[in-house]
């Protein structure tokens, strides 16, 4: 029996996060583009989560990482 993962909306963060730090993914990119890293059978689950937190699929990477730390040059 396999444990379904519970996405929520910080647990997408850190995924987008992640996948940024990794140069996986770019920043400007749609939230959409994360529907490749994660299984068919979840990404409903992540829909509606964003949409509960008033994301649309076609928003921006980088409005996810609104928290994001920013190092001086």
Same mark, same amino acid.
């Given at each position: 029996? #396999? !444990?379904?993962?519970?996405?929520?909306?910080?647990?997408?963060?850190?995924?987008? %996060?992640?996948?940024? @730090?990794?140069?996986?993914?770019? %920043?400007?990119? &749609?939230?959409?583009?994360?529907?490749?890293?994660? &299984?068919?059978?979840? /990404?409903?689950?992540?829909?509606?989560?964003?949409?509960? @937190?008033?994301?649309?699929? %076609?928003?921006?990477?980088?409005?996810?990482? !609104? @928290?994001?730390? /920013? #190092?001086?040059?």
């Amino acid at each position: 029996m #396999s !444990t379904a993962v519970k996405y929520d909306i910080e647990v997408i963060k850190e995924e987008a %996060r992640e996948l940024v @730090n990794k140069g996986v993914i770019q %920043r400007n990119e &749609p939230i959409y583009v994360l529907c490749k890293f994660i &299984p068919d059978r979840e /990404w409903v689950c992540v829909e509606l989560e964003l949409e509960k @937190n008033e994301f649309l699929l %076609r928003d921006k990477i980088i409005d996810l990482l !609104t @928290n994001e730390k /920013w #190092s001086e040059d």
